[in-house]
């Protein structure tokens, strides 16, 4: 059994509450929101195969604080990470059997 860890440290905690963690030794990176609405969003994958462990007692062990930011809305912009890049690797012309040739004039054939 792989007994190898890394520890994640807390960036930040936004202005909504959720949390940004990263790791220092892969560069794992993403957001959480605690219990009772958990959510997690992987911001950079880091390592898949090794076990990450995120303390808050080490924070209060080191005696880190997190920086409260601003509101500023980068949790929402933060949700569309994924959306966006699937939209940039989409073909959409291919996917709706469109091409050069068959551009949309903008009229509606019935």
């Known amino acids: 059994m792989n007994e ?8 930040q905690t936004h202005a909504s509450g ?3 963690w990263h790791c220092p030794i892969c560069g794992r990176r ?19 195969d090794i076990r990450h462990n995120v303390s808050r007692s080490a924070l209060r062990r080191n005696s880190l604080q997190a920086a409260r ?4 809305g980068l949790d929402e912009e933060f949700r569309l990470i994924p959306w966006l890049k699937w939209m ?4 959409f012309d291919n996917r709706w059997g469109k091409n050069d040739s068959q551009a949309w004039n903008g009229s509606v054939s019935t």
């Open 30 to 48: 993403f957001l959480v929101q605690w219990p009772p609405a958990y959510k997690m969003t992987i911001l950079e994958p880091g390592d898949q």
């Open 88 to 91: 940039e690797r989409t073909d």
């Open 69 to 72: 930011v601003e509101e500023t």
């Open 18 to 20: 959720m949390e940004e």
């Open 4 to 11: 190898r860890h890394h520890e994640m440290i807390l960036e």
